[in-house]
């Protein structure tokens, strides 16, 4: 089955820097964009960053990602990152990857993918 398996993540100092991993299985990677989400607490869940699938080409950053996170893959680890610098008190959220199984998903992301891992905790904080 469909497996997303999150590392990275912990407690860092306004300013710092954090990358987050997400490996994944059971289908083909290649194929499908993989998107970051985060929820900050009393928050809804919102789109941090995704890349599209094959050879990642074409990444896409909300507005507060930009500048300061960077989406990459490798294929041949079925692995995507997030590196997150200059990080900020309000980036402090549980971050999750996704995937979508379909040719909707095979350059974009959004709230309704089908796979999610289980999220990671991120703090940045004094």
Do not use: H
């Amino acid at each position: 089955q469909v497996q997303l398996v999150q590392s990275g993540g912990g407690l860092v100092q306004p300013g710092g820097s954090l990358r987050l991993s997400c490996t994944a299985s059971g289908f083909t990677f290649n194929d499908f964009a993989i998107g970051w989400f985060r929820q900050a607490p009393g928050k809804e869940r919102e789109g941090v960053a995704c890349i599209s699938g094959s050879d990642g080409s074409t990444t896409f950053y909300s507005e507060f990602a930009k500048d300061r996170f960077a989406i990459s893959r490798d294929n041949a680890k079925n692995a995507v990152y997030l590196q997150m610098n200059s990080l900020k008190p309000e980036d402090t959220a549980v971050y999750y990857c996704a995937t979508g199984i379909g040719s909707r998903y095979a350059n974009a992301c959004d709230d309704g993918m089908d796979y999610w891992g289980k999220g990671t905790l991120v703090t940045v904080s004094s």
